[in-house]
């Protein structure tokens, strides 16, 4: 008798996740539209240089700097809800915050980005109060269409996590898909978060260096 040819090892495929790639490439084109603003920012700027001076003296820099901060801090609790979604864990398994799940400290990113929110709207009222409205000049026009869809895409973010809480309640126990949704809404938080630090500095820093 002969022996049995051994079948041939079967190797499992390894295929990246199509959630996290769609993610990825759609952020690609945000950076595009994003990077259009800019360029408008910048084109507006060099055209009316006195309209763009007058209108920075009026913006509240230490304020922005708080909301900045709060808005980058948001970053650092999301990552932490990443953390605890590579790990399983969907909910606090004690009372000490090093305990938090994704749902608590996704919780707390939401209410970063909504107080985040709330300072943006709280300067729009201040500057319309004083006379500078969407179509006064180049800058106010540059300004508030700049910041103002950032603004919508934090919005969006938040609105997304609440999506992802509300499906980890529905479910009985974290999965991979609740786990691979948590993170791809990080992609999309960390990417508002650097686009935020860049409209700061360009709108609120760059002209005391220039």
């Known amino acids: 008798m002969t022996a049995a040819t051994p079948s041939p090892a079967v190797h499992s495929v390894h295929r990246p996740n199509t959630t ?23 084109t507006l700027r060099a055209m009316a240089p006195e309209q763009f001076t007058a209108g920075h003296d009026t913006l509240n820099i230490p304020f922005a700097t708080i909301n900045t901060l709060i808005l980058v801090s948001s970053s650092f609790t999301c990552q932490f809800g990443v953390f605890a979604a590579e790990r399983g864990q969907a909910r606090a398994t004690g009372k000490s915050i090093t305990k938090w ?21 709280w300067e729009y009222a201040t500057l319309v109060s004083e006379g500078y409205v969407l179509n006064l000049n180049a800058f106010t026009s540059s300004f508030y269409m700049t910041t103002g869809f950032h603004g919508l895409h934090v919005t969006g973010g938040l609105i997304a996590f609440l999506m992802v809480i509300g499906r980890i309640y529905a479910v009985r126990r974290m999965s991979h898909t609740e786990a691979t949704n948590a993170i791809v809404v990080s992609y999309y938080w ?21």
């Open 190 to 210: 960390h990417f508002v978060d650097v686009v935020w630090v860049g409209l700061f500095f360009v709108i609120y820093l760059l002209p005391f260096i220039s």
């Open 20 to 42: 996290a790639i769609g993610v990825i490439v759609w952020l690609g084109s945000e950076v595009m539209f994003f990077a259009g603003l800019f360029a408008i920012y910048f």
């Open 101 to 121: 799940g994704v749902v608590e400290w996704f919780y707390l990113t939401f209410i970063l980005g909504a107080i985040f929110i709330g300072g943006q709207v």
